[in-house]
């Protein structure tokens, strides 16, 4: 909670947007706005916080409220399968498994094509570096291409409840994945898309497929199948 209060004392304006598109967010996904509040403050206090910044050296102030979003969606869905594409340095894996392994059951199979993007890995480092090593029994990772990747994955796992976008942010790409996995989303499941505002391809696809995109907290595109 003292995340809001900041944002609502430094930048007003975007805690209004802040706090409508929460609500439109947990409305469209049908969450409690007390389990959402809950599961803030429960997970604001886990040492994960603490381990990322000892092994990145800096603190993780500014991602609290991206990481935290996906992390409920995860943790309140409670999905038995979600798809990445896309790891890098593994922050946003980290939640995602954080909130599989509080849940008790989940596995989350990612796929990333190390060093692709804005922010190269260390060298010496592998794709999920930053992800303790006790969330990691819940994680299959797949290097490569996504829209070679993602094909085979899909086929093997038949359906999944949630699938993530955060790879190439190009127009093909991101089509190309959207159009992979829809298929596969079971009723009510979830497509997340970061950056959906580098190009048309989410809003387009959301057309191609007749449902209202809607847009989480920090930016995260979302379409309930």
Not at 4 to 23: D, I, M, Q, S, T
Not at 99 to 119: F, T
């Amino acid at each position: 909670m003292f995340d809001h209060f900041l944002l609502a004392l430094e930048h007003p304006k975007a805690a209004v947007n802040y706090l409508r598109r929460r609500g439109l967010m947990y409305k469209t996904l049908g969450i409690d706005e007390d389990v959402v509040r809950n599961e803030y403050n429960e997970l604001f206090r886990k040492e994960i916080w603490d381990k990322l910044r000892d092994k990145i050296g800096v603190d993780l102030q500014r991602a609290r409220l991206r990481q935290a979003e996906l992390y409920i969606i995860c943790k309140v869905v409670r999905p038995k399968v979600v798809v990445e594409t896309g790891v890098q340095h593994g922050i946003s894996t980290t939640f995602i498994l954080q909130a599989l392994k509080d849940n008790g059951s989940g596995r989350l199979y990612s796929i990333d094509l190390p060093n692709v993007g804005e922010a190269p890995l260390p060298l010496g480092k592998q794709s999920g570096w930053l992800i303790p090593d006790k969330l990691k029994d819940s994680w299959t990772l797949r290097l490569g291409r996504s829209i070679d990747i993602l094909p085979e994955v899909l086929k093997h796992l038949e359906e999944i409840e949630i699938f993530l976008h955060d790879s190439e942010h190009t127009y093909n790409t991101m089509m190309a994945e959207y159009r992979l996995a829809w298929p596969h989303l079971r009723p009510e499941g979830l497509l997340l898309s970061d950056d959906t505002g580098r190009n048309e391809a989410f809003l387009d696809f959301a057309k191609e497929v007749n449902h209202q995109p809607k847009w989480t907290i920090r930016g995260y595109g979302l379409l309930k199948r």
